[in-house]
């Protein structure tokens, strides 16, 4: 019961994540006939940046991640480049393009490669229905790029090369715990925030006006900074994979969004599109793994609480929920439904 209270917990902040994110789409599109697409990436993420600085006061911790190790540092440089550099500024590339609703809808392509590269790169296990729900998210896809005609087939091409780019950041930001989501977060908006602004900005010249690049750092600081920072917690507790299925409902809240505030009407291949990739993500809630597995000795940071059966460590304050700190896992031996976490990184057999 308490393992289930706890993934009740990450599953409500993955749909507020979802939410968020979803709304940039529409957004953004809104703003993509002021401003270039690259700059436009750079000011979401530096407002990403400025998202999360309420709760990097408020954990009253802070860790430079060249400070947190070797490791930390590659994760978290991989995940500026991929998610932070290059992810935003493809996507905004294809939105120009294509429509707000069906560009939503393709951004469903992040799971498909979350799962393959999850599966084949980052040793998380996947069942049969795992894979027909990629291959049922990959048709919607392909319907939705061939709605939109020859234009939309190089805005799909465009936006499956940004979802590639996420998915690897999925990956690497899942496994980040030298510092906490807040400060991967910070991290990646200034880098990617600074590096996209200088080159479309200044040396492309598409910043746009003043009021322009307020509401841009505005969604960004939303849609970019507290989701991602929000999705980051999620990723870590359910493991890339799972926390993606949540995060999948960001798309149908970016379509929803698209209809009621661009005006654009829903198209039938659309509709099709949708219930491919709701069974799709059927296929995948449903999906089932446990067995008897063993934890070696770890010391790491991450959030977490102590009604998991995963941190058995003491606090002076046992008042202590949902909080951030380096800890110590002693070894374990034990057997129960799990997920790719932080903490179930280990392999399987093929009759697993």
Not at 4 to 17: D, M, P
Not at 83 to 112: D, F, I, M, Q, Y
């Amino acid at each position: 019961m308490t393992v289930r209270r706890n993934n009740s917990f990450l599953l409500a902040i993955g749909l507020v994540s979802a939410f968020l994110f979803g709304a940039a789409t529409p957004a953004s599109k809104a703003l993509l006939n002021d401003v270039q697409p690259q700059a436009l990436a750079g000011l979401l993420y530096l407002g990403a940046a400025i998202g999360v600085l309420p709760v990097l006061f408020r954990e009253r911790t802070f860790c430079l991640p060249w400070r947190a190790g070797r490791r930390t540092i590659t994760l978290l440089s991989g995940a500026i480049l991929l998610g932070g550099v290059l992810g935003p500024w493809l996507l905004l590339l294809g939105l120009r393009t294509a429509t707000s609703g069906s560009v939503s809808l393709l951004l469903n392509l992040e799971l498909v490669a979350t799962i393959f590269l999850g599966h084949l790169v980052f040793r998380e296990y996947l069942a049969t229905r795992g894979w027909l729900a990629a291959a049922g998210t990959l048709l919607a896809a392909v319907l939705l790029a061939l709605g939109e005609g020859s234009s939309g087939l190089f805005s799909g091409l465009l936006v499956g090369a940004a979802c590639l780019c996420w998915g690897f950041d999925n990956h690497l930001t899942a496994l980040i715990d030298g510092i906490t989501p807040a400060q991967t977060t910070l991290w990646k908006g200034l880098v990617a925030g600074l590096f996209n602004l200088v080159i479309g900005g200044f040396v492309l010249g598409g910043l746009g006006s003043g009021m322009i690049i307020l509401w841009a750092l505005g969604i960004g600081a939303l849609s970019y900074g507290i989701s991602v920072m929000l999705y980051i917690t999620t990723a870590q507790g359910l493991g890339a994979s799972r926390s993606q299925m949540v995060f999948s409902t960001a798309p149908f809240f970016g379509l929803l969004l698209s209809l009621l505030f661009l005006g654009e009407s829903l198209t039938s291949l659309q509709i099709i599109a949708a219930f491919i990739i709701i069974g799709s993500l059927a296929l995948l809630f449903s999906e089932q793994h446990g067995h008897v597995h063993r934890h070696n000795r770890m010391m790491h940071e991450h959030w977490h609480r102590h009604d998991d059966g995963h941190h058995s460590h003491e606090h002076d304050d046992l008042s202590v929920t949902v909080h951030t700190h380096r800890h110590n896992h002693e070894p374990v031996e034990h057997e129960h439904a799990h997920w790719p976490d932080l903490h179930h990184r280990h392999d399987h057999g093929d009759d697993e």
